[in-house]
């Protein structure tokens, strides 16, 4: 089992964005009408939430569009307005003890679902470097003023009328300068399930928000997110996922002052933090290390690292092996 990253940098969405979209748009077309044409909105619907909710991505979203043959049902799912349900798992935390902040994640998920693809961009004319997904979506990122951001699943089975979050964080590298900045944006776009966002900028603000699409956002005091919010709701997920033991460690290490910023990072790559669950879809595909300050982000694997940066943004690709999967 394995899954290659490939690094793009395509400051305008061009010929490297439409092959993506060419070799992706099978599965994500699957995906989007998973559960039958008729529960995806129309594409008047669509338009029309993007242009109330996120205007300043409408440009970029026709273009995409266009470059993806104009088609309504392509038109529809790069809207990412109410698109299926997805779960994922995730850990994160922001690190303010040191001498720069740092935004920590894994990312936990299916191999094969993995889009895989870190996009270097400048589509609003400023520069982002993301984990791409849903084709123009982030799983985490950060944009050439200093804000980095990430996602996890808010453990809550709730579905409601409102954006894909990795779009939301898209708007937010791609119109925010500051944490201040990303939170208004949090708290004004709807989103279609729940989950957790950190955050931090360059001068260390930073914040954990529980974003769900029937109630609205709360910021937590932690700088911990896992796959809970304010408590546990979904029983038989939290306990399946151990986000609570992911919580406490990571939240332990924060608190604990004999541990630096190596020995803090060292717990994303060990369990339960780090998971090899990847048959249940749970697996950990990679840990990023954003350093907002200086622009620049380590994607760490246990026996590998690959490091990007604005100032220095290598085009290539790397294939990562995983260990035999492990189903729960």
């Known amino acids: ?30 995906w989007f ?24 991505l409408v440009r970029t979203w026709e273009t995409l569009v266009d470059l993806a043959g104009g088609g309504d049902m392509a038109a529809r799912f790069l809207s990412l ?35 895989g693809t870190i996009l270097m961009s400048a589509w609003s004319g400023v520069r982002t470097i993301v984990q791409s997904d849903c084709l123009w979506g982030a799983l985490d990122g950060m944009n050439e003023h200093g804000v980095a951001v990430s996602l996890s699943f808010g453990g809550r089975s709730k579905v409601g ?16 300068r500051d944490c201040d900045e990303a939170r208004r ?24 928000a529980h974003v769900a699409p029937d109630r609205p956002v709360r910021f937590h005091e932690s700088p911990v997110a896992t796959n809970h919010q304010d408590s ?13 033991e992911r919580w406490h460690l990571l939240t332990a290490g924060i608190a604990d002052d004999s541990v630096d910023e190596h020995g803090f990072v060292s717990r994303f790559l060990e369990p339960p933090v780090f998971s090899d669950r990847y ?18 982000v380590d994607y760490v694997w246990k026996n590998r690292r690959w490091q990007q940066s604005f100032s220095d943004f290598e085009e290539g690709w790397m294939t990562v092996p995983y260990g035999k999967p492990v189903a729960s």
Request: hydrophobic share 35%; charged share 20%; aromatic share 14%.
């Open 279 to 296: 048959g249940s879809s749970f697996g950990t595909l990679y840990t990023a290390i954003y350093n907002p300050r200086e622009g620049v």
């Open 33 to 56: 009408l998973q559960e039958g044409d008729a529960r995806r909105p129309g594409y008047l619907t669509c338009k029309a939430a993007l242009e109330r909710h996120l205007p300043e």
């Open 1 to 30: 089992m394995q899954a290659t990253f490939r690094s793009v940098r395509e400051f305008d969405p061009g010929v490297a964005w439409q092959t993506l979209f060419t070799s992706s748009w099978d599965s994500y077309r699957a």
């Open 161 to 176: 009328d409102g954006f894909g979050i990795p779009l939301l964080l898209r708007y937010i590298l791609e119109t925010c």
């Open 81 to 115: 307005y109410c698109p299926a349900p997805y779960l994922s798992g995730c850990s994160q935390a922001v690190w303010t003890k040191g001498d720069r902040p740092l935004l920590i994640r894994n990312y936990d998920y299916h191999p094969r679902l993995l889009e």
């Open 185 to 208: 944006a949090l708290a004004r776009v709807p989103t279609h399930m729940s989950y957790n966002v950190s955050g931090v900028d360059r001068d260390g603000d930073w914040f954990t």
């Open 232 to 244: 546990v709701e979904w029983h038989r997920y939290a306990q399946a996922v151990s986000t609570l």
